[in-house]
């Protein structure tokens, strides 16, 4: 069984960064794409950003120009660097992969504080 773990999330100020990360517990490259959810409390699952096998990548229009997501098959990690948070990024953010079927990771709370 595949598992994705993520880390790197935090409780951090407007303005600041975080980077999650989400790691393969085998080789990725069959993937056909990979990418991050979140979920605020009340609200309905939403997808952030997400990035293809070939390395396309599609953002949400909340994120665009702040947030970018990157993959390294060779490490079996995906990454969101998340820039200029805001208290509206405040969610659990779930990582993903899509092959013959959809895998999820375990989440990693990210709080922005205003």
């Known amino acids: 069984q595949v598992q994705l773990v993520e880390s790197g999330g935090g409780l951090v100020q407007a303005g600041d960064s975080l980077k999650l990360s989400c790691a393969a517990s085998?080789?990725?490259?069959?993937?056909?794409?990979m990418g991050w959810y979140r979920q605020a409390p009340g609200k309905k699952r939403e997808l952030v950003a997400f990035?293809?096998?070939?390395?396309?990548?599609t953002y949400a229009d909340s994120v665009k120009g702040r947030f970018t997501i990157s993959r390294d098959n060779t490490k079996n990690t995906v990454w969101l660097q998340m820039n200029s948070l805001k208290p509206e990024d405040t969610a659990v953010y779930y990582c993903?992969?899509?092959?013959?079927?959809?895998?999820w990771g375990q989440g990693t709370q990210v709080t922005v504080s205003s």
């Open positions: 990035i293809t096998k070939i390395g396309s990548t």
């Open positions: 085998r080789n990725m490259s069959s993937f056909n794409s």
């Open positions: 993903y992969a899509v092959s013959l079927t959809t895998l």
